[in-house]
T-cell receptor
């Protein structure tokens, strides 16, 4: 158990809908990362937050947004969902968000868009 | 930009045999390198990481990896495979920022 929790574990929804994925980092970690794992794209970095502020952005679609709250939990919002958004979404956390720090991954949220 | 290439999307070995999973990286800065393991329906678990302290890095579950700058490689090895090692393994590089850039993964199968 990494100490990172993600809810829900599974999510099934329809095209055009909007969903919110939630992540709670390990106790004491200030930085949260979101990754998408799909069969065709592999594991791709989406976005990073540090202590409530966006720090780095990767291949995140404009339909997707994220935020980190004062209690350090983070939410990833996916809107206008398409079939291709079906994937496993991971949250990871690290202490300060510095390069080379170990990132601890949660169990993921499996999203299926029908 | 940093990148990682894992040679072999599937590797199959017999129980007790040597495990060798290959990883080559590209980085314009001294790299931080990681190996993660993913068991079915689970998240990624860190096996080991290289942060320039020592070229031979020992990790959990008997795995180790050697950083070879001249070959831009960071191959993962285990002297004797166990059935419980069956999983998907990912090599990753930490680029100039903080994100991890992952390889495509290698699925390891252990034959009894």
């Amino acid at each position: 158990d990494s100490g990172v929790t993600q809810t829900p574990k599974h999510l099934i929804t329809a095209t055009g809908q909007r969903v919110t994925l939630r992540c709670s980092p390990r106790s004491g970690d200030l930085s949260v990362y979101w990754y998408q794992q799909s069969l065709d794209q592999g594991l791709q970095f989406l976005i990073q937050y540090y202590n409530g502020e966006e720090r780095a952005k990767g291949n995140i679609l404009e339909r997707f947004s994220a935020q980190q709250f004062p209690d350090l939990h983070s939410e990833l919002n996916l809107s206008s969902l398409e079939l291709g958004d079906s994937a496993l979404y991971f949250c990871a956390s690290s202490t300060r968000g510095d390069r080379g720090e170990t990132q601890y991954f949660g169990p993921g949220t499996r999203l299926l868009v029908l | 930009a940093q990148s990682v290439t894992q040679l072999g999307s599937h590797v199959s070995v017999s129980e007790g045999a040597l495990v060798l999973l290959r990883c080559n990286y590209s980085s314009s800065v001294p790299p931080y390198l990681f190996w993660y393991v993913q068991y079915p329906n689970q998240g990624l678990q860190l096996l080991l990481k290289y942060t320039s302290a020592a070229t031979l890095v020992k990790g959990i579950n008997g795995f180790e990896a050697e950083f070879k700058k001249s070959e831009t490689s960071f191959h993962l090895t285990k002297p004797s495979a166990h059935m419980s090692d069956a999983a998907e393994y990912f090599c990753a590089v930490s680029d100039g920022a903080q994100k991890l850039v992952f390889g495509q993964g290698t699925r390891l199968t252990i034959n009894p």
